[in-house]
């Protein structure tokens, strides 16, 4: 099993940046794929970005050249840059891990934080 709590989330104005980190401790970190999800007021989660065991990287087309998601498998630690962040970023940010990177990218990880707010502000 693996627990993951995030942190990092906060009020932040629109072109700022924030850095949010997702401490993973139990099983083997570095055998799971890991992923980003947001889910803001009124909407369905989504995924924002995931990362392979071997550290290749996919991205939602609206964070493409903003987000930087990166792990740490000495730390156990999965992180995601966010800069120029918008107001339509404004969110609760969970991240996510399960041993098949398919089922990170589908949505369906087995593993969840309790999730993070960033709220961005025009």
């Known amino acids: 099993q693996v627990q993951l709590v995030e942190s990092g989330g906060m009020l932040v104005q629109a072109g700022g940046s924030l850095r949010l980190s997702c401490a993973a401790s139990g099983s083997d970190f570095s055998a799971y794929a890991l992923g980003w999800f947001r889910q803001a007021q009124g909407n369905s989660r989504e995924l924002v970005a995931a990362?392979?065991?071997?550290?290749?990287?996919k991205y939602i087309d609206s964070v493409k050249g903003r987000f930087t998601i990166s792990r740490d498998s000495i730390k156990n630690g999965l992180y995601l840059q966010m800069n120029f962040l918008q107001p339509e970023d404004t969110a609760v940010y969970y991240c996510a891990a399960d041993l098949n990177h398919r089922a990170v990218v589908v949505g369906t990880p087995q593993y969840w934080g309790k999730g993070t707010t960033v709220t961005v502000s025009s």
């Open positions: 990362i392979t065991t071997n550290g290749v990287t």
